[in-house]
């Protein structure tokens, strides 16, 4: 595994901004280390205390079971959209006429800007070849790599790219990075640098920003067939479309069946999740891979170049510049990309830590927002509040929410001994074990699910093995908790102390 330079952001020094990067972590350790203190709180009101949180923790476990349902309910219905959006003729759909005043579908460019660093040139190989298999006007596709300056290897693959596709777009660029001082060296920077030289670029040659749409694409993902048209399409359509960000749904499947059992079962997981934020728009946030206009992109003030996770950053740049207007829309087709592998079956798991960990680092928002939260007079006060409600909860939730649906049983337990010895104290461990047993029981709806989505099982693999391949989701708890709880919570004690993550390359295509 790959590690990259770090240069320290300006400005964490200050008083000020450490206290604010210190309220998450502090926040998901006062809950993680509840058994130390909730029975001093509660221990003067004896079994009483102990009998209000047992009743407490079976309502959590009902309502994770009526939640669990009703978020598989809405996998399945973006499931059902994206069959539909898939089987679609997109590029016929272009053809229809849009309207007085407005660009027409196919007015518009589409650029794919691809940051890469040691990337195998098979994997590059594959993820242009998909935006040149598109079904979209060859003269109406860009694509631009982006390398080191220094990275004589990635100018080669380049090299070797341009001219293999070069004729199947309308034009290729080669985005060379000089890594400016004061950078930390990461996807950010690149498409910080990248998206300004782009744009320079794109003007010199004549280029509307505004029907030129950028998609941040990942170098292991490759876009759908469909892709190109169903966003030109669609974003033709929008009223405020310079405002408007669109989020494809990820599926790891490019190598799924070259990866471990833990990783299989992980990257299923952020798919399913990524699939029900786009049934409820309003939580949906960028993604790793994503696509809007140039003039968004211009006018957000392009990405950070003194962060590590891109995504979720300008997505909050986006939001602080254009308020209310700002959407994130679900765009109802799949981007393919790599699961995490890595050299061995060890580095595999590894890979797929520091991935986590590397999502998870964006809790670095929270201090970012909270110093801007109240400084924008423009946006109703309402809308930044949900919104970082929204942010708080959520990575909080990362790490509590799964160690409580596991153990919170124990915990009235932990306020008061003499509480299992009552008929409630000695029923309510085998009551939540049973709540939590049937929300388990809804991954077989997922299991169902995910045998639709994935590409057909290697042929030299043996009855069983495809059986148990089902069956392996079931091992989320123990994976989750080892693959993700424990990562996040690595991230947030990181902020928490002012040791801040490294950027590592995620291996893929190995």
Same mark, same amino acid.
């Given at each position: 595994?790959?590690?990259?330079?770090?240069?320290?952001?300006?400005?964490?020094?200050?008083?000020?901004?450490?206290?604010?990067?210190?309220?998450?972590?502090?926040?998901?350790?006062?809950?993680? &280390?509840? =058994?130390?203190? %909730?029975?001093?709180?509660?221990? $003067? *009101?004896?079994?009483? #205390?102990?009998?209000?949180?047992? +009743?407490?923790?079976?309502?959590?476990?009902?309502?994770?079971?009526?939640?669990?349902?009703?978020?598989?309910?809405?996998?399945?219905?973006?499931?059902?959209?994206?069959?539909?959006?898939?089987?679609?003729?997109?590029?016929?759909?272009?053809?229809?006429?849009?309207?007085?005043?407005?660009?027409?579908?196919?007015?518009?460019?589409?650029?794919?800007?691809?940051?890469?660093?040691?990337?195998?040139?098979?994997?590059?190989?594959?993820?242009?070849?998909?935006?040149?298999?598109?079904?979209?006007?060859?003269?109406?596709?860009?694509?631009?790599?982006?390398?080191?300056?220094?990275?004589?290897?990635?100018?080669?693959?380049?090299?070797?790219?341009?001219?293999?596709?070069?004729?199947?777009?309308?034009?290729?660029?080669?985005?060379?990075?000089? &890594?400016? =001082?004061?950078? %930390?060296?990461?996807?950010?920077? $690149? *498409?910080?640098?990248? #998206?300004?030289?782009?744009?320079? +670029?794109?003007?010199?040659?004549?280029?509307?920003?505004?029907?030129?749409?950028?998609?941040?694409?990942?170098?292991?993902?490759?876009?759908?067939?469909?892709?190109?048209?169903?966003?030109?399409?669609?974003?033709?359509?929008?009223?405020?479309?310079?405002?408007?960000?669109?989020?494809?749904?990820?599926?790891?499947?490019?190598?799924?069946?070259?990866?471990?059992?833990?990783?299989?079962?992980?990257?299923?997981?952020?798919?399913?999740?990524?699939?029900?934020?786009?049934?409820?728009?309003?939580?949906?946030?960028?993604?790793?891979?994503?696509?809007?206009?140039?003039?968004?992109?211009?006018?957000?003030?392009?990405?950070?170049?003194?962060?590590?996770?891109?995504?979720?950053?300008?997505?909050?740049?986006?939001?602080?510049?254009?308020?209310?207007?700002?959407?994130?829309?679900?765009?109802?087709?799949?981007?393919?990309?790599?699961?995490?592998?890595?050299?061995?079956?060890?580095?595999?798991?590894?890979?797929?830590?520091?991935?986590?960990?590397?999502?998870?680092?964006?809790?670095?928002?929270?201090?970012?927002?909270?110093?801007?939260?109240?400084?924008?007079?423009?946006?109703?006060?309402?809308?930044?509040?949900?919104?970082?409600?929204?942010?708080?909860?959520?990575?909080?939730?990362?790490?509590?929410?799964?160690?409580?649906?596991?153990?919170?049983?124990?915990?009235?337990?932990?306020?008061?001994?003499?509480?299992?010895?009552?008929?409630?104290?000695?029923?309510?461990?085998?009551?939540?074990?049973?709540?939590?047993?049937?929300?388990?029981?809804?991954?077989?709806?997922?299991?169902?699910?995910?045998?639709?989505?994935?590409?057909?099982?290697?042929?030299?693999?043996?009855?069983?093995?495809?059986?148990?391949?089902?069956?392996?989701?079931?091992?989320?708890?123990?994976?989750?908790?080892?693959?993700?709880?424990?990562?996040?919570?690595?991230?947030?004690?990181?902020?928490?102390?002012?040791?801040?993550?490294?950027?590592?390359?995620?291996?893929?295509?190995?």
């Amino acid at each position: 595994m790959a590690t990259l330079e770090l240069n320290a952001p300006s400005g964490r020094s200050e008083v000020g901004h450490r206290l604010l990067e210190a309220v998450p972590g502090l926040t998901s350790w006062t809950l993680l &280390l509840a =058994p130390a203190w %909730v029975s001093i709180v509660t221990g $003067a *009101m004896g079994l009483d #205390g102990a009998y209000w949180i047992a +009743v407490a923790i079976l309502a959590f476990d009902c309502y994770w079971l009526v939640r669990s349902l009703f978020v598989i309910t809405n996998i399945y219905r973006t499931w059902f959209r994206l069959r539909h959006a898939m089987a679609t003729d997109w590029l016929a759909k272009c053809e229809e006429p849009v309207g007085e005043g407005r660009p027409q579908p196919l007015d518009y460019y589409h650029l794919a800007i691809i940051p890469t660093y040691t990337e195998p040139y098979h994997v590059l190989q594959e993820t242009v070849r998909a935006i040149a298999d598109a079904a979209y006007p060859t003269e109406r596709k860009l694509v631009a790599v982006i390398t080191r300056e220094t990275d004589e290897a990635g100018w080669g693959h380049v090299a070797r790219l341009r001219e293999e596709f070069g004729s199947r777009l309308a034009a290729f660029y080669h985005v060379k990075d000089p &890594l400016e =001082p004061g950078i %930390v060296i990461g996807k950010s920077a $690149a *498409m910080n640098w990248g #998206g300004r030289w782009m744009h320079q +670029v794109l003007l010199d040659e004549g280029y509307d920003p505004s029907l030129v749409l950028v998609t941040d694409l990942d170098s292991d993902y490759r876009v759908h067939r469909q892709y190109l048209p169903w966003v030109s399409y669609h974003h033709a359509r929008e009223e405020d479309r310079d405002c408007v960000l669109w989020q494809p749904v990820p599926l790891f499947h490019n190598n799924i069946w070259r990866v471990p059992t833990a990783v299989r079962v992980m990257s299923a997981s952020t798919t399913q999740w990524q699939m029900y934020l786009h049934s409820r728009p309003a939580r949906l946030v960028a993604f790793s891979s994503y696509t809007c206009s140039l003039k968004f992109v211009h006018d957000a003030g392009y990405w950070d170049k003194d962060v590590i996770p891109e995504d979720s950053r300008f997505y909050w740049k986006a939001f602080f510049s254009f308020g209310t207007r700002f959407r994130v829309k679900p765009l109802y087709l799949p981007l393919y990309g790599d699961s995490p592998t890595g050299r061995d079956y060890a580095a595999a798991h590894l890979s797929q830590y520091n991935q986590i960990k590397r999502w998870a680092w964006g809790i670095t928002d929270i201090p970012y927002v909270l110093e801007r939260l109240f400084g924008h007079a423009e946006i109703p006060l309402r809308a930044r509040l949900r919104r970082f409600f929204n942010l708080y909860v959520n990575h909080v939730n990362w790490v509590f929410l799964p160690v409580l649906l596991m153990f919170g049983a124990s915990m009235p337990i932990w306020v008061s001994t003499d509480f299992s010895l009552t008929t409630f104290g000695e029923n309510v461990w085998g009551l939540s074990t049973a709540i939590v047993t049937c929300t388990l029981a809804t991954v077989v709806a997922l299991i169902y699910l995910e045998a639709r989505m994935l590409p057909p099982k290697p042929k030299e693999w043996s009855l069983p093995r495809r059986l148990v391949a089902h069956l392996q989701y079931f091992a989320y708890p123990a994976v989750g908790l080892v693959l993700s709880v424990i990562p996040a919570l690595e991230a947030h004690t990181r902020l928490l102390f002012g040791q801040y993550l490294e950027y590592k390359i995620t291996e893929k295509g190995v």
